[in-house]
């Protein structure tokens, strides 16, 4: 150590800093850890507040779509179909930030699992090579997951759930005469043939809506459940976002 930091200190030439000098002593090396453990901490806590932002703003945009769609039955249809397409847009946006958190999460889990838990509790087979790990993440920071994992993972937790309430409010919604009290009158001798008239979207005929619902609950359906396997953080512990 004390090589390196007179090489440090000679480096800096005329009108030049010196770089800071590495920690020489345990006591400075426990100040660095334990001040690095505190800034990871405050930079989690920062993306997690941006999650729980997003995920209240989706369940604000169901709420709302529900009052509206439900309350009257001149409100159309497609107001739900128009929720599904913002939550839809709040969840990508909500990945995105899932992956920027679990960056920063590993290195505290990392940290805290390998160095404070062997502080309090040790055990003889702790990771190889953790910090060697935390330190060429610094210097290349990666995302650990892709955005469809980070999608999943969040339609497991919060999405998901709204999505099914609002597929339930939809269905209540046309298939309700009295929410429908607008709509074409059904022949009872061609039932199917008036209800899916009634499902047109300007000029898309209503069995392409149909159609285009279903391929998309089948495939959050798939996404949602594709992956329930744990992995990375997720393999130590239940406590996780």
Not at 11 to 35: C, I, K, Q, W, Y
């Amino acid at each position: 150590m004390d090589s390196v930091q007179g090489t440090q200190g000679n480096d800096a030439g005329p009108g030049r800093r010196a770089n800071p000098p590495l920690p020489s002593a345990p006591g400075e090396l426990v100040t660095v850890v334990a001040h690095f453990h505190r800034a990871e901490i405050a930079r989690m806590a920062g993306w997690r507040s941006r999650i729980d932002l997003t995920t209240n703003w989706a369940i604000t945009v169901v709420a709302g779509m529900l009052s509206v769609s439900l309350s009257t039955p001149n409100a159309h249809h497609g107001v739900l179909l128009f929720a599904m397409v913002l939550v839809l847009l709040l969840l990508s946006i909500e990945a995105r930030r899932y992956r920027f958190f679990d960056v920063y999460r590993t290195r505290v889990r990392r940290l805290e699992r390998n160095y404070y838990a062997q502080v309090f509790a040790p055990q003889p087979n702790a990771e190889d090579e953790w910090a060697r790990q935390i330190g060429e993440d610094l210097r290349e920071p990666r995302f650990l997951i892709s955005r469809r994992t980070a999608m999943s993972r969040r339609l497991r937790r919060n999405y998901f759930p709204m999505f099914l309430v609002l597929l339930a409010a939809w269905i209540l919604k046309i298939s309700s005469s009295w929410l429908l009290q607008d709509a074409a009158p059904v022949d009872p001798a061609r039932p199917v043939p008036g209800f899916i008239q009634n499902l047109a979207l300007g000029p898309i005929p209503g069995w392409a809506v149909l159609a285009a619902v279903a391929a998309f609950y089948l495939w959050l359906t798939h996404e949602t459940f594709r992956s329930g396997r744990k992995s990375g953080e997720l393999l130590h512990g239940d406590v996780h976002v």
